[in-house]
Every structure is written in structure tokens, then in C-alpha cells.
């Protein structure tokens, strides 16, 4: 399977210079300022596919991926690589002024980002001395030193001798002898905590460490002496089952120093084993970055040398992840192009591009090519059910999403490609795992049915944030607009129980919380367009509410915006910086609770339309994507180009395409 890697000149500019069929310069007599913008959109969309019928943009995060491959690096005794000079001055480049960083723009300085950013450039050779550094010592000390890192940081400075592993919480690969019908089992976890752990384990088990020079050291980093650093930061409630896990974490520390572990070879050779079966069909262990870090270091305990397949192949994981521009280099935590794809094929769909189009009959090939077909991890609980889905990478075999295969369905539905004889078969098999990964409540969750079991979140390594997938109102609703994509309705027994969870999930204010994108403009948005595909009365009560929370939250500009930092503070919902793929969101909620004739609307859409640059495109600083809440965030290139085609496209067809003369319309006041 090819493989074409992301370069900064293809996410960042245009992709390639070949013809659309759309013409190169609206007729001014026949195209209205929102008819050409449209056209403006898809022209920039056509021309950045890939040859061979792909969309891929860049994904970015924060620091830490920067900061964790130079420590990396630093472990496999690379720090005189030229890669790691290159990451560091990305990293100086995204130094706050308080001398910080953050994990998301605008967001407040992070210990744990922040104390990796600082160490990985002392390996770089930067002076401590140096202003910038004495800054960035001080911020890391107010905000409580190293020894308050997350347990993920943890591991990292105890691998470079730091820290003493007694400091980092205990990662037993005795794990993965234990049965499913136990409740603490890696199949109880989300699946990216599951490809994380399960290497983690392995190399908790062997902790390894490399001695670095004192003066490399971040001893200064330290308001307490290292080796009296807990696993988990003071504070918080000692009794109940967090005091139970940390009790058993002492517990297994101790076996440890007495020998007193005769299951740990047997686990370990487990653990390897599971590691190295899921190495098949994947572009790196679950295709993400942080198992794909954890696996370099596994291979490097179990004995692999470095010039081995087995490491090479590792190594180049990380390295297709990486963008080189000017004298930085910066990495990606995995790719998006399943996503990218069929989001795009959305977006030309509703801006007039036909499904018999050869740029978007290609793109149709592409995705069915990447349909699973083989069992993965989700089997486990669906014994009886066939392989079918797709995921969000190149390669994920294992672990094919609810979110990209509704998503898929609803691309290969919008361009007329699920009709056809070699897609429907695909379809049909989607559309089944679709219904089968339904959780008991009603809703669907990202990887897997019933990872919902709060006991989990208490122990010491789950500050993650992620340590469950349970049910979530965006995906519910997105695999409900699939499904109405595709003939189901209000009525049907699955719809219906999911729309009951949609209404026990709603916010009193008449939103939704948005699990995987910021956050309640996301959430919005996906219910109600959900809603709307199946069928629902949008004017019942809780589309009403919906409709009534998004105009209240429109900003005077014409736009909306919403800050990460809403899910630390549910009182910031729907309020921040307006951005492209934001206002989008909103107006597609909009639209399709029936308010395409409102003045709100109208001003999203000249807010658009004003802000739209001269390629089609629009600009987009904020990450306006979620990874973990709380802890990890991102921004997809390509949503502040794809999700405003939508919103105008949908616009233009529910209205005519008003506003035809291109004359300002009045801002609605907040509600």
C-alpha cells in the first residue's frame, strides 16, 4: 500500500497544479459573491488531492512530540542527530513570552509540556543560562516543578535518570494475562490507552535508563528532592478505589524488589507477543505516536539492535510523521487521510462537484481500497459480527472508528458512489458493524462497545484523560446522519434509542459537549445535523433549545469561536477566538434545525464570505480539534477549508443562493 508522505508545501499551500473542472474565474454576471466563493473552495480542494485520489492534511499538536523525540533520541544516544537542533528550534519558536508552553495556541503554560520542551532543549545543547531558558525555568518552578509532570512524563525522565521508577506508577505486564470477564484487563481500557500500556508495560518492567552528563540534567527543574517524587501529585482523596490502586501500586513495587513475581516472565513474553501481532496491517502500533515512541524503546529492552527489521521498521513510523520547513522540524501524532478524504468528497458534493467526476469517482476507489477486512481488537466483544468499517490512518487494520466509517458512508452516499456495484457490498458490511458497535445505552463510542467503566479512571496512570471510550453525543449523531444517509429513520429501533440518549445528554443550556473537536459548537452542530438526517421534528423542544444556544453564543462579528479551555470550564461554552471550521459548525447546526432564513445565518455566512482568502481557502490559527480533553489537542489543516464549503454550498442550496448581491446583512444582537 502506498504511502505519500505529508510535506509542508502540500498542507500549507496548494498540492499540485493540475486542472479543475470548475472554471478558473466565476462569470461575474452569472456567479453571485457566495456562488464564487464556493467555486473558490472546491477549486482549492481539487488541487491539493493527491495523484493517486487522496486527501491528506497536516495534523498538528503540541510540543510534547517535538520534545518526546528528541528525549528519544537522547535515550538511543542520537542527541548529535541534526534532527534534534531542527526540533528545538521549532520548539523555541513555540515558547510562550511567560517563558512556558502551552498544549493548545492561547492556552496557559503546562508543567508537563513544558518541563519536556526545557529538558529536550538542554539535550540540544542550549545554555541553561540563556534568557530564554533562566524564563522557562522559573515558569516550570511556579507551576510546581518536574515532580508535578504527568505520569507519562514521568517515564520519560526516568528513562534518561531523572527520576527513580519508583516515582512513576507502577505499569505491570502481568496485565495482559488477565482475563476479560476480570474488570481491570487491557481490553477494559480505550484503545489507545491499550496500544500505549501495553509497551509502556514492557518497558516498565525492564526500566531502562540512560546515565546522562550532570550537565544535561534538569536537577534545577526540581522543588524537591527527585527521589521523593510520587507516582501521582498530592492532593486529591487518598481512600476509596484511588486509595486502593495506589495501595497496590506500593504493593507491586515491593514484589518487584523482593523477586516476588513468578508470573513476569510469562507476562512479558505476552506482552511481546501482542505487540509484535499488532505491528501487522499498521503504520506503527495503533498508527499513533505514542505507542509508536514506546515501541522503539521495547525493542530496544527486548535485545533488538538497532540496525535490526524489526527496529528499522520502528524508527521509520516516526520518521514518515515528520514536516521539515526552513531550519525546523516538527512531527505529526499520526495521519488523517481516511478522514481528510471523505470529508472533502462531503464538502465537493455539496458544492456542486458530481459524483461521476474523475477526481471524485478516484477518491471513491481510494477509501473502499482501505476497507477493513480483517478482525481487530473491537472483535473481541463482537465475536459474530464481520470485519468492516474503516479507520482514520493509512493503516490501522486493528482498529477500524465509528466516526470514520459513518463518515465514510456518508461520502460514498453524497457522491452516489454507495449504489454502485463494487462500493454497495462495502457499504452493506459498514453499515452492519455500524449497528453491531451500539453501546447499551444507546449510544456509540470511537473503537469499541462497553469501555465505560469508571473504576479504571483511578488508577495512577489513567491522567491521561483517556482511559475509557464510553458512548458520546457527537459520534452518536454522526453515525445517526450516516445512517439516515442510508435509508434509516425515527422509527427504527437503534434511531430511537439513540435519540433517547441524545436527549439525556443534552446541556441545560441546550448544547452538547463535543468529545472529539472543541466542544460544544462541535457537539451542537453534529446532534443536530444528526437529528435532522433521521428524520427528527426539529421543532420539538430540544432542537428548539439547540437553535436558540448557537445564536445566543454568535459573536458581533458574524462568527463563533470556542476556546480548549471549555473543558476545564464548562461556563466558557462557545466562547473564544472565531475561527473558520467553527462558525461552519454552527451554521451547519443551523441549517439544518431549519433556521436558513435567520439573520444569525445570514451573518455566519457573510462572516465566511469576508474572511475567505483570495485561494479559497481560510486562515485558522486555533486547534480546534480534541485528542484527549484537558490534556491534548489539535488542528486539522483542512477543517478550515472543507467545513466552510459545506456550510456556504448548504447555505446556497436551501436559499437560492442568497445573499446574491453581496451587500453586508445586519448581525443579530445576542439572545
Known amino acids: 500500500m502506498e504511502r505519500i508522505p505529508v510535506t509542508a508545501a502540500q498542507t500549507l499551500t496548494e498540492g499540485g497544479s493540475r486542472p479543475a473542472r470548475l472554471p478558473a474565474r466565476p462569470d461575474p454576471v452569472l456567479s453571485s459573491p457566495l456562488t464564487a466563493a464556493i467555486q473558490r473552495a472546491c477549486r482549492c480542494l481539487l488541487n491539493r488531492q493527491q495523484p493517486d485520489g487522496h486527501w491528506v492534511g497536516e495534523l498538528q499538536g ?7 523525540y528528541v528525549l528519544l533520541l537522547a535515550f538511543l544516544g542520537r542527541e548529535d542527530d541534526p534532527r534534534v537542533a531542527r526540533a528545538a528550534r521549532y520548539l523555541l519558536e513555540q515558547q510562550m513570552p511567560d517563558g512556558g ?6 492556552g496557559p503554560a503546562e508543567v508537563s509540556v513544558s ?3 526545557y529538558f529536550a532543549l538542554k539535550l540540544a545543547g542550549h545554555h541553561p543560562g540563556a534568557p530564554y531558558m533562566r524564563r522557562a525555568r522559573q515558569r516550570i518552578r511556579q507551576l510546581g516543578g518536574a515532580g508535578r509532570c504527568n505520569s507519562f512524563t514521568k517515564f520519560y525522565l526516568a528513562l534518561l535518570g531523572q527520576l527513580p521508577y519508583d516515582s512513576c506508577p507502577a505499569v505491570p505486564p502481568e496485565m495482559v494475562l488477565l482475563p476479560r470477564w476480570f474488570g481491570f484487563n487491557i481490553y477494559a481500557m480505550s484503545s489507545w490507552t491499550r496500544t500505549i500500556v501495553v509497551p509502556l508495560s514492557i518497558f516498565y518492567a525492564h526500566k531502562p535508563v540512560r546515565r546522562l552528563p550532570p550537565n544535561l540534567g534538569i536537577h ?6 527527585p527521589e521523593t517524587v510520587q507516582p501521582v501529585p498530592p492532593g486529591g482523596p487518598r481512600l476509596g478505589w484511588r486509595g486502593f490502586f495506589l495501595a497496590v501500586d506500593r504493593l507491586i513495587k515491593r514484589c518487584e524488589r523482593w523477586g516476588l513475581l513468578p508470573f513476569r516472565k510469562r507476562a512479558l513474553r505476552r506482552a511481546a507477543e501482542w505487540l509484535f501481532q499488532h505491528f501487522a496491517d499498521s503504520d506503527g502500533v495503533g498508527a499513533i505516536f505514542p505507542p509508536m515512541i514506546y515501541t522503539v524503546i521495547c525493542l530496544r529492552c527486548l535485545g533488538y539492535a538497532d540496525d535490526s527489521p524489526e527496529m528499522r521498521w520502528a524508527l521509520k513510523q516516526l520518521d514518515d510523521l515528520m514536516i521539515e520547513e526552513g531550519d525546523t522540524l516538527r512531527l505529526q501524532p499520526c495521519f488523517s487521510p481516511v478522514w481528510d478524504t471523505a470529508l472533502t468528497l462531503i464538502g465537493l458534493s455539496d458544492g456542486g462537484v458530481p459524483g461521476h467526476d474523475p477526481d471524485v469517482m478516484r477518491a471513491a476507489r481510494w477509501l473502499l481500497a482501505r476497507e477493513v477486512r480483517r478482525p481487530g481488537d473491537w472483535s473481541l466483544s463482537n465475536p459474530d459480527v464481520e470485519p468492516g468499517g474503516w479507520f482514520f490512518e493509512y493503516a490501522n487494520g486493528f482498529y477500524p472508528d465509528t466516526d470514520d466509517t459513518a463518515m465514510v458512508l456518508m461520502a460514498l452516499a453524497r457522491t452516489g458512489q454507495a449504489g454502485e456495484a463494487d462500493a454497495r457490498p462495502a457499504v452493506e458490511r459498514g453499515l452492519r458493524w455500524l449497528l453491531a458497535m451500539q453501546n447499551r445505552d444507546g449510544g456509540w463510542a470511537a473503537f469499541d462497545r462497553g469501555i465505560d467503566n469508571e473504576l479504571l479512571t483511578k488508577v495512577p496512570f489513567a491522567d491521561h484523560n483517556a482511559m475509557l471510550d464510553p458512548s458520546c453525543p457527537d459520534i452518536t449523531a454522526r453515525v445517526l446522519e450516516a445512517l439516515g444517509h442510508h435509508g434509516y429513520a425515527v422509527g427504527h429501533p437503534q434511531v430511537d434509542r439513540a435519540i433517547a440518549f441524545l436527549e439525556r445528554r443534552q446541556e441545560p443550556a441546550g448544547c452538547w459537549l463535543g468529545r472529539w473537536g472543541v466542544n ?3 457537539g451542537t452542530w453534529q446532534v443536530l445535523s444528526g437529528l435532522g438526517r433521521v428524520g427528527y421534528d426539529m421543532r420539538r423542544p430540544m432542537a428548539r433549545r439547540a437553535a436558540a444556544w448557537l445564536k445566543q453564543v454568535q459573536q458581533a462579528g458574524g462568527g463563533w469561536g470556542e476556546t480548549c479551555q471549555s473543558y476545564d470550564d464548562p461556563s466558557l461554552a462557545g466562547q473564544g477566538t472565531p475561527t473558520a471550521s467553527q462558525p461552519a459548525w454552527a451554521l451547519l ?10 439573520d444569525a445565518v445570514r451573518a455566519g455566512v457573510e462572516y465566511l464570505l469576508r474572511t475567505q482568502r483570495p485561494d479559497g481557502s481560510w486562515h485558522e490559527e486555533q486547534f480546534t480539534g480534541t485528542g484527549f480533553p484537558k490534556v491534548f489537542y489539535l488542528k486539522y489543516h483542512m477543517y478550515s477549508l472543507y467545513f466552510p464549503l459545506m456550510a456556504l454550498a448548504r447555505y446556497a442550496k436551501l436559499t437560492g443562493g442568497r445573499p446574491d448581491d453581496g451587500q453586508p446583512v445586519g448581525v ?3 439572545a
Open 589 to 598: 447546526g443551523l441549517l439544518a434545525a431549519g433556521e436558513a432564513d435567520s
Open 220 to 225: 534545577e527543574l526540581f522543588l524537591e528532592p
Open 101 to 106: 508552553w502551552n498544549n493548545y495556541p492561547g
Open 62 to 68: 503540541d510540543t510534547i512530540l517535538e520534545s518526546e
Open 115 to 117: 518541563v519536556k520542551a
Open 520 to 522: 460544544y459548537l462541535y
Open 668 to 670: 443579530p444582537h445576542a
